[in-house]
């Protein structure tokens, strides 16, 4: 079976300082043949594109600034961002959103940097990774009061409910990442959201090097390690794991226009 990892950062040096070209060959041995890089901040874009130039059939790149990132000099750092997506080839803006679960003290910062990040989206014909922890409510507002066209959105590392399910589809249809949380013990409400969400709306991720699933929860994660994020999907929503690969795969062909 063949795999899309659709968000992964194996390029991080504090995780991958030795071993971060036979972790993508191991992904690859282990039918994880494409692999999603969105960077973080200005520093991780030059491991980011070094890591993508030694395998740059089975890796693809996204830019943008991650919500926590945005300080008070979030639009220098826009600028510097910005003239990459001429550069390079890239398949996405990302990762970008809201994030208030550790400081609300650059809320509206970050609501007016995910704007102008929605407007090269939208100017590039481009999808976005959008990264929402603790910040929903704000994310739909971004979404249902943008002037422009709203950008394909996937929501990375969704988390959430039914509730939360329902409230995005009627913002938009989107899709949503889903990564090693959902074989936690803890996400069960995760998992009843699935059905909601829908075999045609998953993308399947790692974050790697965080967020491994059962039975390396707490260790590093791996992109290897998406068969076993796609055989709990498969359990949960009573499909077989190659369903789950075709699907997603076809989901994520579609949504990066890989």
Not at 60 to 71: I, M, Y
Not at 132 to 140: K, P, S, T, Y
Not at 162 to 175: A, Q, T, W
Not at 176 to 199: C, E, H, Y
Request: overall charge negative.
């Amino acid at each position: 079976m063949k795999y899309i990892d659709t968000h992964t950062h194996l390029y991080l040096s504090d995780e991958f300082c030795n071993d971060s070209d036979l972790v993508v060959r191991s992904a690859i041995a282990a039918g994880v043949e494409r692999m999603i890089f969105p960077n973080v901040d200005l520093s991780t874009i030059d491991p980011m594109m070094n890591l993508h130039a030694k395998f740059p059939d089975n890796t693809f790149v996204a830019f943008g600034l991650h919500p926590t990132e945005v300080k008070e000099n979030w639009q220098e750092a826009l600028e510097q961002i910005c003239p990459l997506f001429e550069k390079h080839k890239c398949v996405a803006v990302g990762e970008i959103g809201i994030d208030l679960y550790w400081d609300k003290t650059f809320r509206e910062e970050q609501i007016s940097a995910l704007n102008v990040q929605f407007g090269w989206a939208e100017a590039l014909s481009l999808p976005v990774i959008l990264h929402c922890r603790d910040g929903l409510n704000e994310v739909l507002e971004v979404i249902d009061n943008y002037k422009g066209n709203v950008p394909q959105i996937v929501f990375h590392s969704f988390g959430g409910s039914v509730v939360d399910v329902e409230r995005i589809k009627k913002s938009g249809d989107f899709y949503f990442g889903i990564n090693g949380v959902v074989t936690f013990k803890n996400a069960q409400d995760l998992r009843d959201a699935l059905p909601s969400i829908g075999l045609d709306r998953i993308l399947l991720e790692t974050d790697s090097p965080y967020l491994a699933p059962v039975p390396y929860r707490g260790k590093r994660n791996e992109s290897s390690y998406i068969p076993i994020i796609a055989k709990k999907i498969a359990e949960v929503l009573g499909v077989s794991e190659e369903a789950v690969a075709t699907a997603t795969t076809a989901n994520a062909e579609s949504f990066f226009n890989l």
